[in-house]
């Protein structure tokens, strides 16, 4: 089992930054891959971003060049910083861990380990 606590939410004006945080504890060893994912309620939930056990990191095209995954391996901990926030930002964060292996991708099917959430709020 992997245990997942996200934190860092909370509310920003549009232009502004947040840095989230997912300190992950238990069989962290069998973890393929990290991910962070969104939701809005009433939509489907968004996968933001993912990053391998290599380091290799990918992102959804609405989050390229403003979201930035990492993760530090001593601390176990995986990190998302948010830059140039924008209303649309507005969602539940979550993080996720990937036991199965194969390709690291934000598909939420794939993961099935989940935080509780952080909320993000960004106004204009």
């Known amino acids: 089992q992997v245990h997942l606590v996200e934190s860092g939410g909370g509310s920003v004006q549009a232009g502004g930054s947040l840095r989230l945080s997912c300190a992950a504890s238990g069989d962290v060893d069998r973890t393929h891959c990290m991910g962070w994912f969104r939701r809005v309620s009433g939509k489907e939930r968004e996968g933001i971003a993912v990053i391998g056990k290599d380091g290799r990191a990918t992102y959804a095209d609405s989050v390229k060049g403003r979201f930035t995954i990492s993760e530090d391996k001593s601390k176990n901990i995986v990190y998302l910083q948010m830059d140039t926030l924008k209303p649309e930002d507005t969602a539940m964060y979550y993080c996720?861990?990937?036991?199965?292996?194969?390709?690291?991708?934000?598909?939420?099917?794939?993961?099935?380990?989940w935080g509780q959430g952080t909320q993000v709020t960004v106004s204009s």
């Open positions: 996720a861990a990937d036991t199965n292996g194969g390709n690291c991708v934000a598909v939420d099917l794939f993961f099935g380990y």
